[in-house]
C-alpha cells in the first residue's frame, strides 16, 4: 500500500510553509532519517526527514510551491515490492474516499453543495482545493449541530469580534477555524454571532478588537492616492504578514504601560573593557583570535535575566485561566535581517557566564541571518531585548512579543552632565524602556523589575557572582 507523504508541522503555529527544493526525485530509494526536502517557514528553513523507506513514487507538489498547507499530501511513497507506477496512481486515493469513510451518504449531496458555496465568498477560498483534503470544507458549518473544529487562538478572537464560529470556513489542517478565518471574516463583515451571546457588560470590549482589522481603505482606494508608474509593488512574503499579524495581535490584545530608567553606562564599560583584554586565545583557521568580544547587549541581557530571576513574579506569562511562572529566564534578543525581524532566545540566561551568553547571541543572530534557525530557538521565551542604540536612537518603545510579558528597549549611550556626591561630572547614560503586560505585571512590580535591572547596568560585578 503506497505511503502519503504530507506537509508537516514543523511548529505547533505552523499553518501552511512553502516547498523550497525536493532533495531526491521520482524513482530514488529513500530510507528512515534521509532528508528529502527543505522546507520554508516564515522564520527559517529547515530539512525534512523520511520517516519510512521506499521509493519515491510520485512528487505530488513541485519544487517552489507556497502557501502549502500543513497535512496537505506533497509526495507518493511506494514501499518495498510494490509497482511504483500503481503507488503513484493510488497514493491519492484517500484524499478523494475520505467523505464516504466520515459521512452517511446522505451527506454526500450536501458535501458536494459547500463546495460551491463559498465561491460567492471570497476567492480566497480557492486553494482550500488545490492544498487541502477535500472533506476539510464543510467540516467548519456545523448546520446539524456537530462540534466546530478551531484554535483556541481563533476561538478567543472570534469571541472578542463577536463571530459565529459556525458561520466560518475553515481553512486549517482538516478544516479547522484558524486565526486567519477570522480576521478576514471580521474583515468581511460577516459570521456575526447572535446578540443574546454577549451580555451588555462584554459587548463593547468583545467589539473593539475587531474594528482595526474591519476598517482602512482598500487596496484599490490606496493605490488610487499614488500615481501611476510612480511605485513598484513588494508582495508580502511569509514573514512579513506573520510580523503583521502577531504585532497586530498584540497591540489588540495587551494592555501595556511603559517605564522608562536612566542607567550610568561607565563602569560597565570599563569592567568590558577590563574583561575583553584579559580574554584567552584560540587559534583559528584565520589565526589566533579571542575566545570571545563581549558587547554592551551581552550585559544587557545577562542584567535583564538577573532581574526576572530576583523578581520571580514578573518573569510570568498570561492565560486565561492562570499566570505561568517560568522557572528560568529566557531571554529573546530581536536581529534585524532582510526585510524582517527574529528574536532567537538564550535558555537559561542568568545561568550563563556573559562570555557563553556573548558566542550564543553571535551564533544565533548569524543563523537567523541565514534562515537556518530551528523553531524551538525562536518561539516561546519569558521576555526580550531591543537594542536600536548602536543607530543612534536615543529611547523608544517596543510592542510586547507575545506570550511574553516584557519587553525592553535599549537607546544609545551618551555622555551628559550627571550629580555625584554633589559635584557635576560628565557620564554615559543609557535609556532603558519597559513595555510591560499590564494583566500579568502590575505597576510597582514593573518598576521593581526595573530598578533590578539598573542595578545590574550601574554595579556590573553582580553579574560575575
Given at each position: 500500500?503506497?505511503?502519503n507523504?504530507?506537509?508537516?508541522?514543523?511548529?505547533p503555529?505552523?499553518?501552511e510553509?512553502?516547498?523550497a527544493?525536493?532533495?531526491?526525485?521520482?524513482?530514488?530509494?529513500?530510507k528512515?532519517?534521509?532528508?528529502?526536502a527543505?522546507?520554508?517557514?516564515?522564520?527559517?528553513?529547515?530539512?525534512?526527514?523520511?520517516?519510512?523507506e521506499?521509493?519515491?513514487?510520485?512528487l505530488?507538489?513541485?519544487?517552489?510551491?507556497?502557501?502549502?498547507?500543513v497535512n496537505?499530501?506533497?509526495?507518493?511513497?511506494?514501499v518495498?515490492?510494490?509497482?511504483?507506477?500503481?503507488a503513484?496512481?493510488?497514493?491519492?486515493a484517500?484524499?478523494?474516499?475520505?467523505?464516504?469513510?466520515?459521512?452517511?451518504?446522505?451527506?454526500?449531496?450536501?458535501?458536494e453543495?459547500?463546495?460551491?458555496?463559498?465561491?460567492s465568498?471570497?476567492s480566497?477560498?480557492?486553494?482550500?482545493?488545490?492544498?487541502?483534503?477535500?472533506?476539510?470544507?464543510?467540516?467548519?458549518?456545523?448546520e446539524d449541530?456537530?462540534r466546530?473544529?478551531?484554535?483556541?487562538?481563533?476561538?478567543?478572537?472570534?469571541?472578542?469580534?463577536?463571530?459565529?464560529l459556525?458561520?466560518?470556513?475553515?481553512?486549517?489542517?482538516?478544516?479547522?477555524?484558524?486565526?486567519?478565518?477570522?480576521?478576514?471574516?471580521?474583515?468581511s463583515?460577516?459570521?456575526?454571532a447572535?446578540?443574546?451571546?454577549?451580555?451588555?457588560?462584554?459587548?463593547?470590549?468583545?467589539q473593539a478588537?475587531?474594528?482595526?482589522?474591519?476598517?482602512?481603505p482598500?487596496?484599490d482606494?490606496?493605490?488610487?492616492?499614488?500615481?501611476?508608474?510612480?511605485?513598484?509593488?513588494?508582495?508580502?512574503d511569509?514573514?512579513?504578514?506573520?510580523?503583521a499579524?502577531?504585532?497586530?495581535?498584540?497591540?489588540?490584545?495587551?494592555?501595556?504601560?511603559?517605564?522608562?530608567?536612566?542607567?550610568?553606562?561607565?563602569?560597565?564599560?570599563?569592567?568590558r573593557a577590563?574583561?575583553?583584554?584579559?580574554?584567552?586565545?584560540k587559534?583559528?583557521?584565520?589565526?589566533?583570535?579571542p575566545?570571545?568580544k563581549?558587547?554592551v547587549n551581552?550585559?544587557?541581557?545577562?542584567?535583564m535575566?538577573?532581574?526576572?530571576?530576583?523578581?520571580?513574579?514578573?518573569n510570568?506569562?498570561?492565560?486565561?485561566?492562570?499566570?505561568?511562572?517560568?522557572?528560568?529566564a529566557?531571554?529573546?534578543?530581536?536581529?534585524s535581517?532582510?526585510?524582517?525581524?527574529?528574536?532567537?532566545?538564550?535558555?537559561?540566561?542568568?545561568?550563563?557566564?556573559?562570555?557563553?551568553?556573548?558566542?550564543?547571541?553571535?551564533?544565533?543572530?548569524?543563523?537567523?541571518?541565514?534562515?537556518?534557525?530551528?523553531?524551538?530557538?525562536?518561539?516561546g521565551?519569558?521576555?526580550?531585548?531591543?537594542?536600536?542604540?548602536?543607530?543612534?536612537?536615543?529611547?523608544?518603545?517596543?510592542?510586547i512579543?507575545?506570550p511574553?510579558?516584557?519587553?525592553?528597549?535599549?537607546g544609545?549611550?551618551?555622555?551628559k552632565?550627571?550629580?555625584?556626591?554633589g559635584?557635576?561630572e560628565v557620564?554615559?547614560v543609557?535609556t532603558?524602556?519597559?513595555?510591560f503586560?499590564?494583566?500579568?505585571?502590575?505597576?510597582?512590580?514593573?518598576?521593581?523589575?526595573a530598578?533590578?535591572?539598573?542595578?545590574?547596568?550601574?554595579?556590573?560585578?553582580?553579574?560575575?557572582v
Open positions: 500500500m503506497p505511503i507523504i504530507t506537509m508537516p508541522a514543523l511548529s503555529t505552523m499553518e510553509g512553502n516547498l527544493k525536493w532533495l531526491v526525485k521520482e524513482g530514488d530509494t529513500v528512515s532519517g534521509d532528508v528529502i527543505e522546507i520554508e517557514t516564515d522564520k527559517a528553513t529547515m530539512e525534512v526527514e523520511a520517516v519510512d521506499g521509493v519515491v513514487a510520485k505530488v507538489v513541485p519544487a517552489g510551491t507556497e502557501g502549502v498547507k496537505a499530501l506533497i509526495a507518493i511513497l511506494a518495498d515490492g510494490e509497482d511504483v507506477s500503481a503513484a496512481s493510488g497514493g491519492e484517500p484524499k478523494a474516499e475520505a467523505p464516504k469513510a466520515d459521512a452517511p451518504k446522505a451527506e454526500a449531496a450536501p458535501a453543495k459547500a463546495s460551491e458555496a463559498p465561491k465568498e471570497a480566497s477560498d480557492k486553494p482550500l482545493t488545490d492544498a487541502a483534503p477535500a472533506p476539510s470544507t464543510p467540516a467548519p458549518k456545523a449541530g456537530k466546530v473544529f478551531s484554535s483556541p487562538l481563533a476561538r478567543r478572537m472570534a469571541k472578542e469580534a463577536g463571530l459565529d459556525t458561520g466560518v470556513t475553515g481553512t486549517g489542517p482538516h478544516g479547522r477555524v484558524v486565526k486567519a478565518d477570522i480576521e478576514k471574516a471580521a474583515a463583515g460577516g459570521a456575526k447572535a446578540p443574546s451571546a454577549t451580555t451588555p457588560a462584554t459587548a463593547g470590549a468583545a478588537p475587531a474594528a482595526p482589522m474591519a476598517k482602512g482598500s487596496d482606494n490606496i493605490m488610487k492616492l499614488f500615481a501611476e508608474g510612480s511605485y513598484e509593488l513588494l508582495p508580502h511569509g514573514m512579513r504578514k506573520t510580523i499579524s502577531r504585532l497586530t495581535e498584540s497591540t489588540q490584545t495587551v494592555p501595556s504601560y511603559f517605564v522608562s530608567m536612566d542607567c550610568e553606562l561607565d563602569a560597565m564599560l570599563k569592567l577590563e574583561i575583553n583584554a584579559s580574554a584567552p586565545v587559534k583559528t583557521e584565520k589565526g589566533e583570535v575566545a570571545f563581549l558587547s551581552d550585559f544587557i541581557i545577562k542584567a535575566a538577573l532581574a526576572l530571576r530576583d523578581v520571580p513574579m514578573a510570568a506569562s498570561w492565560t486565561s485561566s492562570a499566570r505561568v511562572l517560568h522557572k528560568h529566557d531571554v529573546g534578543v530581536a536581529v535581517i532582510p526585510d524582517g525581524l527574529i528574536t532567537p532566545i538564550v535558555r537559561k540566561a542568568e545561568t550563563k557566564t556573559l562570555s557563553v551568553i556573548s558566542n550564543e547571541v553571535k551564533d544565533l543572530a548569524k543563523r537567523a541571518r541565514d534562515k537556518k534557525l530551528k523553531p524551538e530557538e525562536y518561539q521565551g519569558t521576555t526580550s531585548v531591543s537594542n536600536l542604540g548602536m543607530f543612534g536612537v536615543s529611547n523608544f518603545t517596543s510592542i512579543n507575545l511574553q510579558a516584557s519587553i525592553v528597549s535599549i544609545a549611550g551618551v555622555e552632565p550627571i550629580v555625584r556626591g559635584k557635576l557620564g554615559t543609557m532603558a524602556t519597559f513595555a503586560d499590564h494583566r500579568v505585571i502590575d505597576g510597582a512590580l514593573g518598576a521593581e523589575l530598578s533590578a535591572f539598573k542595578r545590574y547596568i550601574e554595579s556590573p560585578m553582580g553579574m560575575l
